[in-house]
């Protein structure tokens, strides 16, 4: 058979081989602990599975949804982003309903890029950045990511030859995978250099209601200016456990959002009528189990960061997400130190070298495997590398 040439630059997606490899061990009957994919191990709180539960009953639910998303879940949306982030969205115009932010990504690049056209995409980043791009033969512009830039691209970096080219900038904080948080007027010098090279900002905000320590995490859409240039994307997956539902929103520049709804009106039919009433009724709930879960995290956070200094790996605690990026140690890569700690301890976690090539010599370790499971994971992993 003969398959689109797209498919030769593709890579296989990140956690695609290390789920085969999980798999293969635990049919073996090998106990394999997976510090890898962030996917929430509780389960979605009762409050939310009941109120699906209703709306999968109402035989209102049982239609064709809109692309665009009903008007109940966008009012909900802009209650919320006005509460929480002090950000007014106009409900009509500013506001679409997602299956969950990475289809939304991989599809914004199909609406945005052409063969040829340059994307700004961080690196280390969410694959699905410059997966989206590539797939649409677009070039990606790797923004390094540097520990001592605090994980924020160098904007000056870009030359304004590739500023001129570039057509979407990618940017996400809390930030996975490196766990860094925004703390200065990173957004602002983002809206100024989209402005001035006419470029579309897309702030992936899959982390900003799980944070630590007191931090409060912005909406890009909060910069004086955003809305003119960008969107921001969010999702239920991660603050409620919610990974397999497939819920989120784009929120913010019009034009944006209605050529991505264009694209998708031919693509998908929207979002589950009954999961949009859902989440619109999560956004109008007060967030206790959102406040709880962070305390989860934050607790296992802890008990990693501990752990790991105990066995000589230093990683600081991050304020937010729900990852923790941790240098490998001397003599190893990310690819080697991954390998032998899944060969010799059955554990797995997700090299840095596979969010692009400035993480090399990182690995990605996830909080969403209970506390015993991580106390006893750094212990395999101190008697691994001892061999
Ligand atoms: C930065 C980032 N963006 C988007 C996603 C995808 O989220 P969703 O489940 O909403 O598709 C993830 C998932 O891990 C992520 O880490």
Redesign the pocket.
């Known amino acids: 058979m003969l398959f689109s040439r797209r498919m030769d630059n593709l890579a296989p997606y990140l956690f695609a081989e290390a789920e085969r490899k999980i798999a293969e061990k635990r049919a073996s009957g090998i106990d394999v602990i997976s510090l890898g994919i ?1 996917d929430p191990d509780l389960p979605t709180p009762a409050y939310i599975v009941e109120e699906m539960q209703r709306q999968v009953a109402d035989p209102r639910n049982d239609r064709y949804p809109s692309n665009w998303g009903l008007s109940e879940y966008a009012e909900a949306t802009a209650g919320f982003y006005k509460r929480r982030f002090g950000v007014d969205l106009d409900p009509a115009k500013e506001f679409m309903a997602t299956l ?4 939304a ?1 991989a599809h914004l690049c199909w609406a945005m890029l052409d063969p040829g056209d340059l994307a700004l995409v961080p690196d280390p980043g ?1 694959p ?1 950045y410059s997966g989206g791009s590539i797939i649409c033969g677009a070039q990606v512009r790797y923004l390094n990511l540097r520990p001592e830039n605090g994980f924020l691209p160098d904007l000056d970096e870009v030359s304004s030859q590739e500023a001129q080219r570039a057509k979407v900038l990618f940017i ?1 904080y809390p930030n ?1 995978p490196t766990a860094a948080v925004i703390e200065d007027d990173f957004f602002e010098r983002v809206v100024a250099f989209a402005k001035r090279y006419d470029i579309a900002v897309v702030h ?1 905000n ?2 900003s209601e799980l944070t630590y320590d007191g931090y409060v995490a912005p909406s890009f859409l909060a910069t004086p200016g955003a809305k003119d240039v960008g969107i921001e ?1 969010f ?1 239920f ?2 603050p409620f456990n919610m ?1 397999g539902w ?1 819920t ?1 929103f784009a929120v913010g520049n019009h034009d944006i959002l209605a050529h991505l709804w264009r694209l998708k009106t031919n693509l998908d039919s929207g979002m589950f009528d009954a999961l949009q009433r859902t989440s619109a009724h999560i956004l109008n709930s007060p967030w206790d189990s959102v406040r709880e879960m962070c305390e989860v995290y934050r607790r296992r956070r802890d008990l990693l960061a501990d752990a790991l200094a105990s066995v000589g790996m230093q990683a600081p605690k991050p304020k937010g997400t729900v990852y923790m990026w941790v240098p490998v140690p001397a003599g190893y890569t990310s690819a080697s130190f991954t390998e032998r700690v899944l060969e010799q301890a059955a554990v797995v976690v997700t090299p840095g070298r596979g969010y692009g090539p400035a993480g090399e010599g990182f690995v990605r370790l996830s909080l969403t495997t209970p506390d015993d499971r991580i106390a006893e994971a750094v212990h395999r992993i101190k008697d691994s590398l001892k061999l």
Do not use: F, H, M, Q
């Open positions: 962030g969950g932010s990475k289809e990504l969410y699905v996400g996975n992936d899959a982390y994307l999702s997956s991660k990974t497939r989120g």
